[in-house]
């Protein structure tokens, strides 16, 4: 296990259409979490979970928004109904949580392109 | 409005000067940061972090110096190489936070050969 792994890496998709990314964080790790990032701007934190638990949501995550984490290991985000304005890079990260946090690392993100 | 931010959108140095890149956050109660460093069409790679209690702390050419007092971060690159070419992020983690963190814009440094 070299990484956080994201699949697929480029999804281009018509609007209205749904659309499901993978994420498989470093095998010990035991957070995951997901961020949306658009051209020219930082990450913006959309949720994490702890193991198989969704333990916080941003505002950012409307209802066409769905993540899983079913076994604790990996993950999906699924968008419904895609909009023009969900074209960004989704990325994955994990780190290791017992009390105190630490090694978070990010994959390489799926890159999403709505037309 | 964000919580971390950078000074220079920019920064441009020369193939073996040591660069320089700051960074300001406005929550005391932070208590984690971490400086990514992004290339194009990648994800954030983890470059070095640093916990509160600390003041300074070293990598292989990078240190990071954390200012509380003044609520400033910065990442010193030692011998800049054109490969250091990247858009760089600061991020913090407040305490008592679920854990996420919160990124600034970043700082897209490029290194003339």
């Known amino acids: 296990d070299t990484g956080v792994s994201q699949d697929p890496r480029h999804k281009i998709t018509k609007r209205g259409q749904n659309v499901t990314f993978r994420c498989d964080p470093i095998?010990?790790?035991?957070?995951l979490y997901w961020y949306r990032q658009t051209l020219g701007q930082g990450p913006e934190f959309l949720t994490y979970?702890?193991?198989?638990?969704?333990?916080?949501k941003s505002r950012l995550l409307s209802d066409r928004f769905s993540a899983e984490r079913p076994k604790g290991s990996f993950s999906t985000l699924e968008i419904q109904r895609t909009e023009q304005g969900d074209s960004a890079m989704y990325l994955c990260?994990?780190?290791f949580g017992t009390g105190f946090d630490y090694g978070y690392t990010f994959g390489s993100g799926t890159r999403l392109t709505v037309v | 409005g964000e919580s971390v931010g950078l000074h220079l959108p920019t920064l441009s140095v020369q193939e073996g000067d040591n660069s320089i890149i700051n960074c300001a956050y406005s929550?005391?109660?932070?208590?984690?940061f971490i400086w990514y460093k992004q290339e194009s069409g990648k994800g954030p790679q983890f470059i070095i972090d640093?916990?509160?209690?600390?003041d300074k702390r070293q990598g292989q050419r990078v240190t990071v110096l954390l200012n509380k007092t003044v609520k400033h971060l910065s990442l010193q690159i030692a011998a800049t190489q054109p490969g250091d070419s990247a858009v760089y992020f600061c991020?913090?983690?407040?305490?008592?936070?679920?854990?996420?963190?919160?990124f600034g814009k970043g700082t897209k440094l490029s290194v003339k050969p």
């Open positions: 640093i916990r509160s209690n600390m």
């Open positions: 991020a913090e983690r407040t305490e008592g936070s679920q854990g996420n963190l919160i």
């Open positions: 979970f702890q193991n198989e638990a969704q333990l916080e």
């Open positions: 990260a994990s780190s």
């Open positions: 095998s010990e790790h035991n957070r």
């Open positions: 929550n005391s109660a932070s208590d984690y």
